[in-house]
């Protein structure tokens, strides 16, 4: 990176935030600045080796010339992401009376993600319910196999029912409620994993008739508080001054760059890179191998993740993905990034996630064959599937459907297709699959043999399938899976018609694995060291995830991204005993 020193600094106040949201003059000695080039260029190459590259995905920071900035802003905090992390930071600031500036780089304000985790919070107490916090700490670390920080997920873990009691009356305020899912005590994925019942999901309507989203109320919330979010602001690089902290940033606008001083600081809440095919090839290979849709994060690039690292951050080493098993597929259609170089990141399916492809049916690979417990977390039959022919599966059950599904018991989000079924329980399952059953995504049959040759399924391969589900019913007869021990009450019979099949891949919502943060949120450099005046929060930061995203501690990913956020606000206001 090279200096960019003595920058302009002219203070224009044209659509930044509501009005004295920025200062009239520019914060002194606040100019970009550089690390020497050694150091520059060693933090660069270590930080890209961290993350196990093939590619030059990080490049270079960008040259940005003097001339170039056409406007300078001021303010006290620059919060950079306008999703469930920068929403939520927003709040905090505006309660705590801050300038801030909330920049994000497309027209709108992100969509939310209902579900996030929370720890003994006034809807566990009333429940008579108390989760075991170091049972959950070290159930976390073994799931990321230590490369979490436990310090860092602890401040989730101690702060996040403090978060409730702050969001849950602004959220109610406006009409949402909370449905707190207590039914976790029963075994699952032929092991003793641990489900901890604190997930909570905000939902309702406005009086239009229109599905409430937090994200919108809390847009709602700093609009009356008389603060605004700066659309169309892509971060382009981030600013130091001479001692090296982080003291703004410069932005890609549609008249051109902007410069924004931050006297407080830089809080990046710009998500993950799901839509970066280069990082994601990088970083996280089994992306490549077993995901089949992308759905959730289209405007994720890693903006603030590389920005970041070109002034010497430090990226997690161990990429992790957020997957679930739900990208429905024809037959035949193959896992993997199909976009062209340099494109954003898409994949074969364009529908959206197929819920469905959760629940614990059998599961075979292109030659016919079962090859996993199909009861584990929904990423871990997509990283086993990794190695099938077309990184797919598919998956086969009966119309017995309904039944199956209710006694299979499945948490989270998963759910979503017991409350369907039961809400459709007089409804012929063709009718509920409709859309599926005509886009071919499903496929009926009245008999075995057809749906093996619907589902492309010949020769060896479709023998070796009438005779796993042939199998696969003596299990059920049983009561017990021989194979990959699958607990005896999610195993199922196939054999009253009609019955269905679908293939499956899986479905990509965001990556976690981000800037390595200390407990205060602040991003370390590459030895560890506090870069002063930079915090990250939510996907874009790390210390939390490695390898998968731990599905059944539920909602802990944006749990942490809300908690962590408004940590680094109050943390950069002073605000923190």
């Not at 409350?419 to 329980?425: C, G, I, N, S």
Request: with cysteine; net charge negative; aromatic share 8%.
């Amino acid at each position: 990176m090279k200096s960019l020193n003595n920058l302009s600094r002219r203070s224009f106040l044209t659509g930044a935030t509501a009005a004295g949201a920025l200062a009239a003059f520019g914060l002194a000695g606040c100019a970009p600045q550089a690390p020497s080039a050694s150091k520059s260029e060693s933090a660069s190459e270590d930080t890209t080796e961290l993350a196990n590259t093939g590619s030059d995905w990080l490049g270079s920071a960008p040259e940005i010339a003097e001339s170039d900035i056409i406007e300078t802003r001021d303010t006290e905090l620059l919060i950079v992401g306008a999703g469930n992390g920068g929403m939520a930071a927003a709040a905090t600031a505006a309660d705590l009376g801050l300038d801030f500036t909330l920049c994000e780089k497309t027209e709108s304000i992100q969509r939310t993600r209902h579900w996030f985790g929370a720890i003994n919070t006034m809807y566990t107490k009333a429940a008579n319910i108390e989760i075991d916090t170091a049972k959950l700490l070290n159930e976390f670390t073994r799931y990321s196999s230590n490369q979490a920080d436990q310090r860092v997920v602890r401040v989730w873990i101690d702060e996040s029912a403090e978060v409730t009691e702050w969001l849950d009356p602004i959220l109610t305020a406006a009409g949402m409620t909370c449905a707190f899912d207590t039914n976790v005590d029963h075994e699952t994925g032929g092991t003793d994993y641990n489900i901890f019942p604190m997930e909570h999901y905000y939902s309702g309507t406005d009086a239009a008739g229109e599905k409430l989203e937090r994200n919108k109320i809390l847009l709602a919330y700093i609009n009356d508080l008389g603060h605004d979010v700066t659309y169309n602001h892509g971060l382009v690089k981030l600013v130091q001054d001479e001692s090296g902290k982080v003291c703004g940033g410069i932005f890609e606008t549609p008249d051109g760059y902007v410069q924004i001083n931050a006297e407080k600081g830089v809080l990046l809440t710009t998500g993950g890179y799901v839509s970066n095919a280069e990082m994601l090839r990088a970083c996280n290979p089994m992306v490549e191998r077993c995901v089949t849709l992308q759905y959730g994060s289209p405007n994720n690039t890693g903006d603030g993740i590389r920005a970041a690292m070109h002034i010497g951050a430090q990226k997690d080493a161990i990429g992790a993905p957020m997957v679930f098993d739900r990208g429905a597929v024809l037959p035949g259609e193959n896992a993997g990034i199909v976009s062209e170089a340099g494109a954003p990141a898409t994949f074969v399916g364009t529908d959206k996630q197929f819920n469905l492809g959760s629940q614990p049916f059998l599961k075979v690979s292109r030659d016919g064959k079962r090859f996993v417990n199909e009861s584990t977390p929904y990423d871990f039959c997509c990283f086993a599937a990794a190695a099938n022919e077309g990184g797919v599966f598919c998956q086969i059950f009966d119309s017995n459907l309904k039944e199956d599904v209710k006694r299979f018991n499945t948490i989270g989000c998963s759910r979503q297709t017991q409350q369907l079924l039961a809400k459709e329980a007089d409804t012929p399952i063709d009718q509920i699959y409709a859309d599926q059953l005509e886009k071919g995504t499903m496929v009926m049959a009245d008999t075995l043999d057809e749906l093996a040759d619907k589902l492309g399924f010949a020769g060896e391969a479709k023998e070796a399938l009438l005779a796993e589900i042939d199998k696969y019913n003596g299990f059920y007869d049983a009561q017990k899976d021989e194979d990959f021990g699958k607990e005896a009450y999610r195993l199922s019979e196939i054999r009253t018609a009609p019955f269905f099949g679908t293939w499956f891949g899986g479905s990509i919502l965001t990556t976690v694995d981000g800037l390595r943060i200390n407990p205060d949120m602040q991003v370390l450099d590459t030895e560890g060291h506090v870069i002063e005046g930079l915090y990250a929060a939510g996907d874009c930061s790390g210390s939390v995830f490695a390898n998968n995203y731990p599905e059944y501690i539920v909602g802990c990913a944006c749990g942490r991204t809300i908690t962590f956020s408004r940590h680094a606000v109050r943390h950069m206001a002073g605000d923190l005993a």
